[in-house]
């Protein structure tokens, strides 16, 4: 293959530091999940949403009514894949009180995936009979046949407690407010912002952001997820820094009248005189490595 | 007009011909009255409402038909159609040419993707359940692989970004007329506010510190303020949109069904 | 006619590639290769239903990291501009990287479409239960299973059209007429799209009960995120604008419209905490992915 131009994205301005940032961050990551491997007191603070899932499982049972759980309207990926994570230890719990379950999926995938972690949560309990393999169920892969769906579920069942954590879209709202028409005990979490403040107005307990990454470590404590949000904070530590310093930088950048031979080449417009924001160093940075 | 169906031999039952005759055959009640349309789906429109009022056989029969639709069209127009048959089947086979168009060649390796897609069938059996996890982790494997590539490219220029210039360049108010670069005091309060939002909610998502020091937990207390300020933008700006859509099934129900008014 | 001949040209078969003529199928070179990775593969996955317990980890591990690596390759390998412009990633034997790139995205949509069948499968298992044993609600699953049957048999139909206009076996103006066409565009135009909106619009009413219910919760955060909310929706009502739109805009006193209060919210508050809690979702899915690839993430990979 005859080339023109080689090793264009290392000859581009600064490229390597971007790859460098995401490495730092993967060995952050990493670092922590070893130490707390190896039993290096790592402590996470408390999530108050997640301390009410034992009632709210607990209130189900009284009442003798089934909770709810949707994993969002997302494909398989890591997504849907941490909602049944966390789907697993409320699950545990409901086999504990003997509380009926449903898990209503979107995805053919996801639903596999669910099916048997959940059957697998039932075996570790030691009651395998008890597995219902029609409480893990498809609805649809539509997303307002979705809705229909579960609204549907939660209304004929009259379910006790509902659990939304994925993805959730234009959806979220029908079977939040469906879920309070009956009078269930809501939490939600949604890595789709846009859609949060909607499950705020709907729901008892919602959980903010990566709250929902966090959960499964709050929850289960296993030393590989502790050590992974551990990692991601030191991240976001030197996020913090970084736009700090770089502020700075940028402060002086911008207040540096560019001479006036260099204004054609860095495309400034008629009469201006100082470089605009995404003319500044790290924002003209990040945008050079782009294809 | 055509009639395919003379053409057909009866003994080639199931063959293109056939199929092609079967389904082209021409009806004379073959274009529904708009009348009807319209009152079809204004009905499924008021079941799906009933459930305003609360959950009903109405609603549970439109819901069931809403879902058997859904699925079926799932399976033919977003699964079969354009993935199985476009992406698998045709690259897999080829065709023949004719007169006009050339060969397909056949790419007969993706035969082997069907086997691993029917792996994942192995989730109902007890003994062989793992196979299962051969199908779901190549799904997962070829999803994490993208994230790297993706916070690159998503988070990185945001980051950038969020480094704003907080000291003026020009010691004025009013920069509406000012060419672009120039930093007048109330941009840079703007964005020292944009910085401090940025950190402070980002404080927030401090997990592994147990927030014992007073400036962290009231730096994290203003910034669950700060997201309840953006959530209560993302809700009015929200809620906008779907009133539109309201207003649109609204004029479908009166003005093109009931005809309660002049169609604009 | 030259240009018809070369239009025309077929594309040179190679060990990958097999030619498909007009022979008899099962004299076709093409048919028992499909058939041959069919039968290896079952071979494959006989033996691999025998691998021993301890190996069945590492195995399910290798295919989720080699799959990973796939991309995180495409993104590190160096990059280089061919002689059309063209951005390649040089890669062994002369080959391009960028090449596989389409071929992988097909693959793994490929098995998406395969694993719909598990959803349907959980459809059938349900609906179908109910309707043998009569259960309660039996004519609703038999609805569904009916609504859905007739949506495939017209989809396929109408696809099987579409095929015969493409190969010109009719016009399309016929294929219109059709009871197939007409069908489908019945269960599909004006029954599923019909309901797809009204469900959306549905939203509306479950939205003002919302807003409602969290304009009564006596919280700081809900009071604070509603009064937001009202401001924000004032600044698009053209009522609300009208009251202040006698403040000049250019002056200070512009500062104080609504359409300026609401666009200041929008950038320099709601902006910048959505970043932050878009980043730390973004440091979420990176942890995620880094565990998935590496086997830690208990849900998924084999106990």
């Given at each position: 293959m005859e080339l023109q131009d080689y090793w264009l994205q290392y000859k581009l301005e600064w490229g390597w530091v971007e790859y460098g940032t995401i490495l730092l961050v993967v060995a952050f990551i990493l670092y922590n999940i070893v130490r707390a491997g190896r039993g290096k007191g790592v402590t996470i603070r408390r999530i108050p949403g997640l301390d009410q899932i034992d009632e709210a499982v607990g209130r189900a049972t009284e009442v003798g009514r089934p909770i709810l759980m949707v994993p969002g309207l997302g494909v398989l990926d890591g997504i849907t894949v941490q909602a049944i994570t966390i789907f697993s230890s409320i699950v545990r719990t409901a086999v504990r009180f003997g509380t009926p379950i449903r898990l209503l999926n979107y995805d053919g995938a996801v639903y596999a995936v669910a099916q048997e972690i959940v059957r697998d949560v039932y075996l570790s309990e030691g009651v395998p009979e008890q597995f219902d393999p029609d409480s893990v169920r498809f609805v649809s892969d539509r997303q307002f046949a979705f809705a229909a769906g579960v609204a549907g579920v939660i209304q004929r069942e009259k379910v006790a407690a509902t659990f939304f954590m994925g993805a959730f879209y234009a959806e979220s709202i029908i079977m939040a407010e469906n879920a309070n028409m009956v009078g269930a005990i809501q939490v939600a979490a949604t890595?789709?912002?846009?859609q949060t403040p909607f499950f705020i107005a709907t729901c008892d307990y919602v959980l903010l952001g990566d709250e929902f990454y966090a959960a499964s470590a709050y929850l289960g404590r296993q030393p590989v997820l502790l050590g992974s949000l551990v990692g991601a904070d030191w991240a976001k530590m030197v996020f913090v820094m970084f736009v700090l310093i770089a502020a700075i930088a940028h402060s002086f950048e911008a207040r540096t009248p560019v001479p006036a031979d260099e204004r054609q080449d860095l495309g400034f417009?008629?009469?201006?005189?100082y470089k605009d924001r995404p003319q500044l160093f790290f924002g003209k940075m990040t945008k050079a490595s782009r294809f | 007009m055509i009639d395919l169906l003379a053409q057909a031999q009866p003994d080639n039952v199931f063959t293109r011909a056939w199929w092609d005759a079967l389904v082209t055959r021409e009806e004379s009640w073959q274009i529904l009255p708009t009348a009807f349309k319209f009152t079809v789906a204004a009905i499924l429109t008021v079941g799906l409402y009933s459930l305003l009022y609360r959950e009903n056989r109405f609603y549970r029969f439109v819901e069931h038909l809403f879902i058997g639709l859904a699925t079926g069209f799932s399976v033919v127009g977003i699964v079969w159609e354009p993935v199985l048959h476009q992406k698998w089947w045709v690259p897999m086979v080829g065709a023949a040419g004719t007169d006009e168009t050339a060969m397909k060649l056949a790419y007969w390796p993706w035969a082997v993707v069907l086997p691993i897609g029917v792996l994942?069938?192995?989730?109902?059996?007890?003994?062989?359940?793992?196979?299962?996890?051969i199908p779901i982790g190549i799904i997962l494997g070829l999803w994490a692989g993208q994230q790297f590539n993706a916070f690159q490219n998503r988070y990185l220029p945001q980051l950038a970004d969020s480094a704003r210039p907080f000291i003026p360049n020009q010691f004025t108010l009013s920069s509406r007329l000012d060419p672009s670069g120039t930093l007048t005091v109330p941009d840079a309060i703007n964005n020292l506010i944009v910085m401090a939002t940025f950190i402070v909610v980002l404080s927030y998502f401090l997990y592994s510190f147990e927030q014992q020091s007073k400036l962290f937990q009231r730096s994290a207390i203003a910034g669950r303020w700060l997201l309840m300020v953006g959530f209560g933008a993302i809700f009015g700006t929200t809620m906008m949109t779907r009133f539109s859509l309201f207003i649109d099934r609204a004029y479908f129900l009166?003005?093109?069904?009931?005809?309660?008014g002049p169609i604009a | 006619m030259n240009w018809l001949i070369a239009q025309v040209e077929s594309p040179e078969p190679g060990f990958w590639g097999l030619p498909h003529t007009d022979a008899p199928l099962l004299t076709q070179g093409f048919f028992w290769a499909i058939v041959g990775s069919l039968v290896g593969m079952v071979v494959v996955i006989f033996f691999l239903a025998r691998v021993p317990s301890n190996f069945r980890r590492p195995i399910a591990v290798a295919f989720v990291f080699l799959a990973g690596m796939f991309y995180v390759l495409e993104w590190v390998l160096p990059r280089g501009k061919d002689m059309s412009g063209e951005t390649v990633i040089p890669f062994l034997f002369?080959?391009?990287?960028?090449?596989a790139v389409p071929v992988v995205a097909n693959l793994s949509q490929i098995i998406f479409g395969l694993l719909l069948a598990l959803g349907i499968l959980s459809i059938f298992r349900v609906h179908f239960g109910r309707l043998f044993r009569l259960e309660k609600d039996w004519f609703f699953s038999f609805v569904l299973l009916g609504s859905m049957a007739v949506m495939i048999v017209f989809g396929l139909m109408n696809w099987s059209l579409d095929q015969a206009v493409a190969r010109e076996a009719i016009t399309s103006e016929q294929a219109s007429r059709t009871i197939a066409a007409q069908g489908f565009q019945f269960v599909f135009f004006d029954m599923l799209q019909n309901l797809d909106a009204a469900m959306f619009s549905l939203i509306a009413f479950f939205i003002l009960s919302a807003a409602y219910r969290a304009f009564r919760i006596k919280s700081i955060e809900a009071t604070i995120m509603m009064a937001t909310a009202l401001v924000v929706l004032m600044s698009f009502i053209p009522i609300f604008l009208a009251i202040t739109n006698w403040l000049p805009a250019d002056q200070f006193v512009g500062n104080f419209r609504v359409d300026t209060i609401g666009d200041w919210i929008l950038d320099t508050i709601n902006a910048p905490a959505l970043r932050a809690i878009d980043l730390g979702l973004g440091l979420g899915i990176l942890a995620m992915a880094i565990r998935i690839m590496l086997g830690l993430e208990r849900g998924v990979s084999v106990d």
């Open positions: 890595t789709q912002f846009i417009a008629d009469g201006q005189i | 994942a069938f192995f989730v109902f059996s007890k003994k062989h359940g793992w196979l299962s996890r009166l003005i093109e069904w009931l005809k309660l | 002369g080959s391009n990287y960028e090449d």
